[in-house]
């Protein structure tokens, strides 16, 4: 499984956009880039799953640049409630039939 | 929707006892893993189940051991426990060639004395 490596932590206010990049320069081929969200004493929690390009959905937006080196999670108009550890995870069918090896998250803290 | 289920939520024991931790995986998903999550740590992975059988090894003491039953709910038995095994146990279920992640459980919080 890809090695990936993002910020440690992160302070924003309430109504900000939160970029979150992740960086897995030994990507491969197969391998999908996955964020989960995870708050304290809960277990983790899906929040989106892209191969390349931008994804969408709900609650937040994925770029994934041509090389596929890195990630940005974004998180529109984060309130009190986003703040949470989230992890980047990069594997081959996450979902599919691979293990989820969780690696360093990014601490992130939204203030009022 | 249904969710992953685990049992109990909190379980307290004495240093060298034994411990089981139950999982109930979302209907029809064939897969299920557990996760160890100590204090301040990022998930570990210990190990996983596929259609009942083991399919990848973690982390996994040799002091635990786990399986997954015919009605693909799976438990997590821990023996000659130790301080180092407080920590929060997650258990994720998923289905085979359905990308878009994993659900995880609420986990049992388990406390050695």
């Known amino acids: 499984l890809a090695k990936t490596t993002q910020p440690i932590s992160m302070d924003s206010y309430e109504g900000q956009e939160v970029n979150i990049t992740c960086s897995h320069n030994?990507?491969?081929?197969?391998?999908?880039i996955t964020w989960y969200q995870q708050f304290p004493s809960q277990g983790p929690r899906f929040i989106i799953q892209?191969?390349?390009t931008k994804v969408t959905n709900e609650v937040a937006s994925l770029f994934i640049p041509a090389d596929r080196k890195s990630s940005t999670l974004s998180l529109p108009r984060v309130s009190l409630s986003d703040t949470a550890v989230y992890y980047c995870?990069?594997?081959?069918?996450?979902?599919?039939?691979?293990?989820?090896?969780f690696g360093k998250g990014t601490k992130l803290s939204v203030k009022p | 929707a249904a969710g992953v289920i685990q049992s109990p939520r909190h379980l307290i024991k004495e240093k060298r006892e034994t411990a089981t931790l139950k999982c109930y995986p979302i209907?029809?998903?064939?897969?299920v893993y557990w996760y160890q999550q100590g204090p301040g740590q990022d998930p570990q992975f210990l190990i996983s189940?596929?259609?009942?059988?083991?399919?990848d090894k973690g982390s996994i003491p040799d002091r635990f051991s786990a399986q997954q039953f015919s009605d693909y709910h799976s438990e997590l038995n821990m023996s000659s426990l130790e301080l180092g095994d407080s920590a929060l146990y997650f258990c994720?279920?998923?289905?085979?060639?359905?990308?878009?992640?994993?659900?995880f459980g609420s986990g049992t919080r388990l406390t050695v004395v």
């Open positions: 994720a279920s998923s289905l085979r060639g359905q990308p878009h992640g994993y659900t």
């Open positions: 030994n990507i491969a081929t197969n391998d999908y």
């Open positions: 892209g191969y390349k």
């Open positions: 995870l990069v594997g081959e069918g996450l979902g599919s039939q691979g293990n989820l090896i």
């Open positions: 209907p029809r998903h064939d897969t």
């Open positions: 189940f596929y259609e009942k059988m083991q399919s």
